[in-house]
């Protein structure tokens, strides 16, 4: 398999434009799966929530039924929604959206951001995504050159793109991704790819417990939630990968962005103090932004205090 790939590989090491534009490419197209897995992926979660409801409710729903001499309403013959079926549809009108009509950021130019059966508009945030992405694969590839490294911050940077995302739509950090992605990490570092398996081991444990212990102690205090456990088992990923010693800063970041954001939606926004502001999305960019330069980070504040 190595053999088959050596020439291409070898390719890449000759012509960093070549490498770049295959990144560039591959991302686009992975941009359009992406959005993808943002749309359907809570809507198969709340799927599968409301079946486990049913079978774990069965029982009480069919005397409750037999009781009023009526048959439940619940949708039983919903069709079951995957990442790939049923095929994807406009909103609006359902016209089957042809595979031409799905071209990363090009379709939506072409189409002029509106469905080519019914006219709706089609929302720019797709192709936002798609180049979104794409510019993420550029730098990674920048940054780390034609590497295994590479390819595996490549997968994580995809993943945290999700996150980001579904966290903020529904404040949600699925499982499906954030467990694979946490195993993915002390994996790669089985051999020290990026930080030494043991400081991954700790920074997973570490990740998790510092804000399991805030959220109690934040409950403990005022009877609140003041986070998800989403967001513990999303630092827990991002210790994994780059180990204990750049947690303190990752957290840092992420708080002071948090907070920026918090108060400026207060101010300008009228959010309520009440109204819960999702925390995995600043986790996401900080995380990533440590795993990239987190060491150059680290100095320039050491050095700035």
Same mark, same amino acid.
């Not at 749309?39 to 037999?66: H, I, S, T, V």
């Not at 006219?119 to 694969?137: D, H, M, Q, W």
């Not at 089985?190 to 212990?213: D, H, K, R």
């Given at each position: 398999m190595i053999d088959l790939f050596s020439p291409v590989i070898e390719h890449f090491h000759t012509s960093t434009t070549f490498f770049?534009? =295959?990144?560039?490419?591959?991302? *686009? *197209? $992975?941009?359009?799966?992406?959005?993808? =897995? $943002? %749309?359907?992926?809570?809507?198969? &979660?709340? !799927?599968?929530?409301?079946?486990?409801?049913?079978?774990?409710?069965?029982?009480?729903?069919?005397?409750?039924?037999? !009781?009023?001499?009526? #048959?439940?309403?619940? +949708?039983?013959?919903?069709? /079951?929604? #995957?990442?790939?079926?049923?095929d994807s549809t406009c909103p609006h009108c359902g016209h089957k959206i042809r595979f031409y009509e799905n071209i990363p950021v090009i379709s939506w130019l072409f189409l002029r951001a509106k469905c080519s059966q019914c006219?709706?508009?089609?929302? $720019?945030?797709?192709?936002?995504?798609?180049?979104? #992405?794409?510019? =993420?694969?550029?730098l990674v590839a920048q940054h780390f050159g034609v590497t295994i490294t590479t390819f595996w911050v490549l997968l994580l940077s995809y993943a945290l793109i999700c996150l980001t995302l579904i966290d903020y739509?529904? &404040?949600?950090?699925?499982? !499906?991704? #954030?467990?694979?992605?946490?195993?993915?990490?002390?994996?790669? +570092? =089985? +051999?020290?790819? $990026?930080?030494? *398996?043991?400081?991954?081991?700790?920074?997973? /444990?570490?990740? %998790?417990?510092?804000? %399991?212990?805030?959220?109690?102690?934040?409950k403990l205090l005022t009877g609140k939630e003041g986070m998800g456990f989403g967001d513990f088992k999303l630092l827990a990923l991002f210790g994994a990968w780059t180990g204990w010693k750049l947690l303190a800063i990752l957290i840092l970041m992420a708080s002071v962005v948090g907070a920026v954001v918090g108060i400026s939606l207060m101010l300008f926004k009228n959010h309520q103090r009440e109204q819960a502001i999702p925390f995995g999305p600043y986790l996401a960019v900080a995380g990533w932004l440590t795993l990239m330069w987190g060491d150059s980070i680290w100095a320039w504040y050491l050095n700035l205090l």
């Open positions: 770049y534009s =295959v990144v560039v490419v591959f991302s *686009l *197209l $992975i941009g359009s799966f992406l959005n993808v =897995v $943002i %749309y359907r992926l809570p809507k198969m &979660m709340e !799927q599968g929530w409301r079946r486990d409801c049913r079978e774990f409710l069965a029982d009480e729903l069919n005397n409750e039924n037999e !009781q009023k001499n009526a #048959t439940p309403k619940d +949708n039983l013959n919903e069709e /079951v929604l #995957t990442l790939s079926k049923p006219k709706k508009p089609i929302s $720019i945030r797709y192709p936002l995504v798609e180049a979104f #992405t794409a510019f =993420v694969g550029f739509d529904h &404040m949600l950090l699925p499982d !499906q991704i #954030t467990l694979p992605f946490l195993w993915l990490g002390l994996l790669v +570092n =089985v +051999n020290g790819l $990026i930080v030494p *398996l043991n400081e991954a081991v700790i920074g997973a /444990v570490v990740g %998790y417990l510092s804000l %399991y212990s805030v959220f109690w102690l934040f």
